[in-house]
């Protein structure tokens, strides 16, 4: 069946970086998009893009281009999610899930299914 | 960016109740409007896709509905397993957006 495994919780310091990876099975990894999602702590859920697993082309939400960055490493089929320069309101949990297209450019498209989550914690 | 704005917020219910939360879109999205599940400390999980379509394996006590700005989730019957939180979010037009979520308890 498929699946979205994610890495373990991070504690880290500000300023620091983090990667995040989402490891997919049991589908055609370059034919869905993975996008990525924030959950700060009792908050709702906060879009942060996509990257086109066949072309590798990312694309971040306004408040996430520059410190966030969308990558894959498709021989492992995994995409990954690295932030720098972290901040303290960074902490949350950060979820990726496949889009059930490859370009979700608006229209009839979903997540189905999504990772377990990634709990970053920033601070001092 | 389009607004989605759920409502309630949060509920309260008992197992056998019926409930309806409603999502409304900031202007016309069609049916191009999904419902996410997400229980505590979990992921979310599809329920229903383009409003009204049930995800394979979702019970059909949940059920979808509306188009153009407003819809609905209705869970008739509830189980125990059904109090989670609900996120409603539009596919109409990029960046895709959530609603703020309702709560059921």
């Known amino acids: 069946q498929v699946q979205l495994v994610q890495s373990r919780s991070e504690l880290k310091r500000p300023g620091a970086s983090v990667k995040v990876s989402c490891q997919t099975s049991g589908y055609s990894f370059n034919t869905h998009a993975i996008e990525w999602v924030r959950q700060a702590p009792g908050q709702g859920l906060e879009w942060m893009g996509w990257i086109n697993t066949n072309t590798g082309n990312p694309t971040y939400a306004p408040g996430f281009a520059g410190r966030f960055v969308f990558s894959l490493d498709t021989s492992v089929s995994t995409a990954y999610l690295q932030i720098n320069n972290l901040k303290t309101d960074d902490t949350a949990v950060y979820f990726c899930a496949r889009n059930i297209v490859l370009q979700p450019i608006g229209g009839a498209t979903w997540l189905d299914p999504w990772g377990q989550g990634s709990l970053v914690i920033v601070s001092s | 960016d389009i607004q989605m704005t759920q409502s309630p917020s949060s509920l309260s219910a008992s197992v056998g109740d019926s409930v309806t939360i409603t999502c409304r879109a900031s202007?016309?999205?069609?049916?191009?409007l999904n419902w996410y599940q997400q229980r505590p400390g979990k992921a979310p999980e599809l329920l229903i896709y383009?409003?009204?379509s049930l995800r394979s394996g979702v019970p059909s006590r949940f059920s979808g509905g509306g188009s153009g700005t407003d819809f609905t989730l209705t869970i008739n019957r509830l189980h125990p397993e059904d109090f989670a939180s609900y996120f409603c979010?539009?596919?109409?037009?990029?960046?895709?957006?959530f609603g703020g979520g309702t709560r059921v308890e």
């Open positions: 202007q016309n999205i069609y049916e191009y």
């Open positions: 979010q539009q596919s109409f037009s990029p960046p895709p957006t």
């Open positions: 383009t409003a009204s």
